[in-house]
Protein backbone atom coordinates (compact mmCIF):
# COMPACT_ATOMS: atom_id res chain seq x y z
CA UNK A 1 0.00 0.00 0.00
CA UNK A 2 1.40 3.43 -0.67
CA UNK A 3 2.37 5.59 1.52
CA UNK A 4 2.11 9.00 1.93
CA UNK A 5 6.02 11.31 3.24
CA UNK A 6 5.70 15.23 3.37
CA UNK A 7 9.39 17.12 3.07
CA UNK A 8 9.28 20.61 4.35
CA UNK A 9 12.04 22.38 4.45
CA UNK A 10 12.88 26.03 6.29
CA UNK A 11 16.41 28.02 5.85
CA UNK A 12 17.03 29.57 9.28
CA UNK A 13 16.24 28.63 13.24
CA UNK A 14 13.57 31.18 13.54
CA UNK A 15 11.30 29.76 10.80
CA UNK A 16 8.61 27.05 11.28
CA UNK A 17 7.21 24.29 8.91
CA UNK A 18 3.98 24.46 10.19
CA UNK A 19 2.45 26.03 7.62
CA UNK A 20 3.64 24.01 5.00
CA UNK A 21 2.04 20.79 7.77
CA UNK A 22 -1.31 23.03 7.16
CA UNK A 23 -0.78 23.36 3.39
CA UNK A 24 -0.23 20.05 2.80
CA UNK A 25 -3.13 19.04 5.05
CA UNK A 26 -5.48 21.86 3.31
CA UNK A 27 -4.71 19.94 -0.20
CA UNK A 28 -6.24 17.15 1.07
CA UNK A 29 -3.41 14.80 1.59
CA UNK A 30 -3.48 12.19 5.06
CA UNK A 31 0.07 12.23 6.08
CA UNK A 32 1.26 10.14 9.46
CA UNK A 33 3.26 12.82 11.62
CA UNK A 34 5.94 10.24 11.58
CA UNK A 35 6.00 10.56 7.83
CA UNK A 36 6.67 14.24 8.02
CA UNK A 37 10.01 15.30 7.58
CA UNK A 38 10.87 19.06 8.61
CA UNK A 39 14.18 19.93 8.76
CA UNK A 40 16.34 23.51 9.07
CA UNK A 41 18.81 24.00 6.13
CA UNK A 42 20.10 26.20 3.54
CA UNK A 43 18.15 26.29 0.12
CA UNK A 44 21.98 26.40 -1.50
CA UNK A 45 22.43 22.85 -0.19
CA UNK A 46 21.77 20.06 -2.60
CA UNK A 47 18.98 18.09 -1.45
CA UNK A 48 20.76 14.56 -1.80
CA UNK A 49 23.67 16.27 1.42
CA UNK A 50 20.65 17.19 3.30
CA UNK A 51 20.71 15.18 6.77
CA UNK A 52 16.94 14.79 6.77
CA UNK A 53 16.18 14.28 3.19
CA UNK A 54 19.06 11.86 3.08
CA UNK A 55 16.77 9.93 5.82
CA UNK A 56 14.07 10.09 4.39
CA UNK A 57 14.93 8.92 0.34
CA UNK A 58 16.37 5.40 2.66
CA UNK A 59 12.25 5.08 4.28
CA UNK A 60 10.69 5.67 0.33
CA UNK A 61 9.93 2.56 -1.24
CA UNK A 62 8.25 2.04 -4.49
CA UNK A 63 4.73 2.92 -4.81
CA UNK A 64 5.12 5.96 -1.88
CA UNK A 65 4.12 9.37 -2.71
CA UNK A 66 6.14 12.59 -1.70
CA UNK A 67 4.58 16.16 -1.15
CA UNK A 68 6.07 19.44 -1.38
CA UNK A 69 4.27 22.48 -0.85
CA UNK A 70 6.88 23.91 -3.47
CA UNK A 71 9.66 23.39 -5.76
CA UNK A 72 12.45 25.28 -4.48
CA UNK A 73 11.64 22.30 -0.99
CA UNK A 74 13.01 19.94 -3.19
CA UNK A 75 16.41 21.47 -4.48
CA UNK A 76 18.37 24.38 -4.54
CA UNK A 77 18.04 25.21 -8.45
CA UNK A 78 16.06 23.96 -11.28
CA UNK A 79 18.92 20.92 -11.88
CA UNK A 80 19.10 19.71 -8.66
CA UNK A 81 15.26 19.36 -8.38
CA UNK A 82 15.32 17.85 -11.75
CA UNK A 83 17.67 15.34 -10.34
CA UNK A 84 16.15 14.18 -7.35
CA UNK A 85 12.99 14.20 -8.64
CA UNK A 86 14.54 11.73 -11.54
CA UNK A 87 16.10 9.45 -8.22
CA UNK A 88 12.95 9.43 -6.86
CA UNK A 89 11.42 8.26 -10.23
CA UNK A 90 13.63 5.14 -10.69
CA UNK A 91 12.84 4.08 -7.48
CA UNK A 92 9.05 3.98 -7.96
CA UNK A 93 8.35 7.23 -5.87
CA UNK A 94 6.00 10.04 -7.19
CA UNK A 95 6.55 13.67 -6.14
CA UNK A 96 3.65 15.98 -6.20
CA UNK A 97 4.16 20.01 -5.88
CA UNK A 98 1.28 21.42 -4.66
CA UNK A 99 3.02 25.20 -5.80
CA UNK A 100 2.23 23.79 -9.53
CA UNK A 101 -1.06 22.20 -8.93
CA UNK A 102 -0.38 19.05 -7.12
CA UNK A 103 0.96 17.40 -10.49
CA UNK A 104 2.97 14.70 -10.07
CA UNK A 105 6.73 15.25 -11.14
CA UNK A 106 7.09 12.00 -12.29
CA UNK A 107 4.05 11.81 -14.56
CA UNK A 108 4.17 12.66 -18.44
CA UNK A 109 2.42 16.74 -17.56
CA UNK A 110 5.32 16.75 -14.67
CA UNK A 111 8.33 16.07 -16.53
CA UNK A 112 6.96 18.65 -19.41
CA UNK A 113 6.65 20.87 -16.39
CA UNK A 114 9.89 20.05 -14.93
CA UNK A 115 11.16 20.34 -18.68
CA UNK A 116 10.26 23.84 -19.15
CA UNK A 117 11.27 25.29 -15.87
CA UNK A 118 14.72 23.83 -16.46
CA UNK A 119 14.86 25.43 -19.59
CA UNK A 120 14.06 28.51 -18.15
CA UNK A 121 16.42 28.48 -15.15
CA UNK A 122 19.09 28.10 -18.50
CA UNK A 123 17.81 30.79 -20.08
CA UNK A 124 17.85 33.35 -17.07
CA UNK A 125 21.52 31.31 -15.67
CA UNK A 126 22.65 32.18 -19.59
CA UNK A 127 21.06 36.02 -19.11
CA UNK A 128 23.33 36.16 -16.06
CA UNK A 129 27.03 35.11 -17.46
CA UNK A 130 25.77 37.11 -20.12
CA UNK A 131 24.98 40.49 -17.86
CA UNK A 132 28.26 39.72 -16.07
CA UNK A 133 30.77 38.93 -19.21
CA UNK A 134 30.06 42.49 -20.26
CA UNK A 135 30.28 43.97 -16.93
CA UNK A 136 33.26 42.44 -16.57
CA UNK A 137 34.47 43.71 -20.49
CA UNK A 138 32.90 47.44 -19.30
CA UNK A 139 35.23 47.33 -16.11
CA UNK A 140 38.11 46.17 -18.05
CA UNK A 141 37.68 48.53 -20.88
CA UNK A 142 36.99 51.51 -17.79
CA UNK A 143 40.94 50.25 -16.19
CA UNK A 144 39.12 48.87 -13.30
CA UNK A 145 41.49 46.10 -11.95
CA UNK A 146 39.80 42.82 -11.68
CA UNK A 147 39.89 40.26 -9.30
CA UNK A 148 41.16 39.83 -5.67
CA UNK A 149 43.79 42.00 -5.05
CA UNK A 150 46.96 41.14 -3.94
CA UNK A 151 48.00 40.58 -0.32
CA UNK A 152 51.66 41.98 -1.25
CA UNK A 153 52.40 45.03 -2.61
CA UNK A 154 54.72 45.22 -5.67
CA UNK A 155 57.82 45.81 -3.76
CA UNK A 156 57.03 42.85 -1.87
CA UNK A 157 56.31 40.53 -4.76
CA UNK A 158 59.58 41.90 -6.26
CA UNK A 159 61.47 40.56 -3.02
CA UNK A 160 59.11 37.62 -3.22
CA UNK A 161 60.40 36.13 -6.61
CA UNK A 162 64.03 37.43 -5.68
CA UNK A 163 64.04 35.29 -2.65
CA UNK A 164 62.71 32.13 -4.91
CA UNK A 165 65.52 32.50 -7.15
CA UNK A 166 67.94 32.19 -4.49
CA UNK A 167 66.34 28.94 -3.29
CA UNK A 168 63.90 29.64 -0.15
CA UNK A 169 60.78 27.57 0.12
CA UNK A 170 57.57 28.52 -0.50
CA UNK A 171 56.93 27.84 3.14
CA UNK A 172 59.20 30.07 4.77
CA UNK A 173 58.23 32.88 2.39
CA UNK A 174 54.52 32.49 3.20
CA UNK A 175 55.52 32.62 7.20
CA UNK A 176 57.71 35.85 6.26
CA UNK A 177 55.20 37.47 4.63
CA UNK A 178 51.69 36.16 6.57
CA UNK A 179 50.10 34.64 3.22
CA UNK A 180 49.51 31.32 2.57
CA UNK A 181 51.90 29.15 0.10
CA UNK A 182 49.29 29.37 -2.38
CA UNK A 183 49.68 33.29 -2.69
CA UNK A 184 53.43 33.13 -3.28
CA UNK A 185 52.80 30.64 -6.10
CA UNK A 186 50.13 33.06 -7.61
CA UNK A 187 53.05 35.39 -7.16
CA UNK A 188 55.23 33.13 -9.49
CA UNK A 189 53.04 32.20 -12.38
CA UNK A 190 52.03 35.87 -13.04
CA UNK A 191 55.77 36.82 -13.23
CA UNK A 192 56.39 33.88 -15.31
Do not use: W
Not at 149 to 176: C, F, H, I, W, Y
Request: aromatic fraction near 4%; charged fraction near 30%.
Amino acid sequence: MARTFAYCRVSTGDQTTDNQVREIEAAGFKVEAKRIIAETVSGSTPAMERKGFAKLIDRLESGDVLIVTKLDRLGRNAMDVRATVETLAKEGVRVHCLALGGVDLTSAAGKMTMGVIAAVAEFERDLLIERTQAGLSRAKAQGKALGRPSALTDEQQRAVLAKRNEGVSLGTLAKEYGVSRAAIQRIERRAA
